[in-house]
């Protein structure tokens, strides 16, 4: 069985950063994905976005707090949990869900949003390879570093 969520959006807002009494950081997370949805009788297309809390701890929480900000595209990899509890002031239960995340990094942050103090991540002048996607790199350490991916050489005999 597998419980694995991968996330690419944009912070809605700064962490919230606690520091719990043992000394442990955690950090939530508003992250919004959108997707452009098509209808084919009426030829409209209309955006739909999906909020998500994100919850991360010890070092991917203190990288948060230092490098991540309000509009910042982030990459987020987890898996779901959801928790009950009652409405002390309806005596309703309540489901609230959120992505424990396992893999964090940076990608930028949005162009189009003009306020400064956000993480742009650098742009690469190596070349696009167009067969898998190009995510530019964040310049400090992410908490897990990125897995290398090499081109295959077409000059190799392969016996398959």
């Not at 084919?40 to 948060?64: G, K, Y």
């Not at 928790?83 to 309540?94: I, L, Q, S, V």
């Not at 949003?113 to 350490?141: C, F, H, L, W």
Request: proline share 6%; aromatic share 6%; glycine share 6%.
């Amino acid at each position: 069985m597998i419980n694995k969520v991968i996330l690419i959006g944009n912070m809605g807002a700064d962490p919230e950063v606690r520091v719990l009494e043992s000394g442990t950081k955690t950090a939530r997370l508003r992250v919004a994905t959108t997707e452009r949805i098509y209808n084919r009788q009426t030829q409209e297309s209309r955006d739909h976005t999906e909020w998500h809390t994100v919850t991360l701890w010890r070092q991917m929480a203190d990288f948060a707090d230092r490098f991540a900000k309000k509009g910042s595209q982030v990459y987020v990899e987890g898996k779901i949990r959801s928790h009950e509890w009652e409405d002390e002031a309806t005596h309703t239960k309540r489901i609230g869900i959120e992505i424990l995340a396992d893999e964090f990094r940076l990608l930028g942050r949005r162009e189009s949003s003009g306020e400064g103090g956000g993480y742009s991540a650098p742009q690469s002048s190596t070349p696009v390879d167009a067969s898998r996607p190009a995510y530019p790199q964040p310049q400090q350490p992410v908490c897990q570093p990125p897995q290398e991916i090499s081109s295959v050489d077409e000059s190799d005999d392969l016996p398959f």
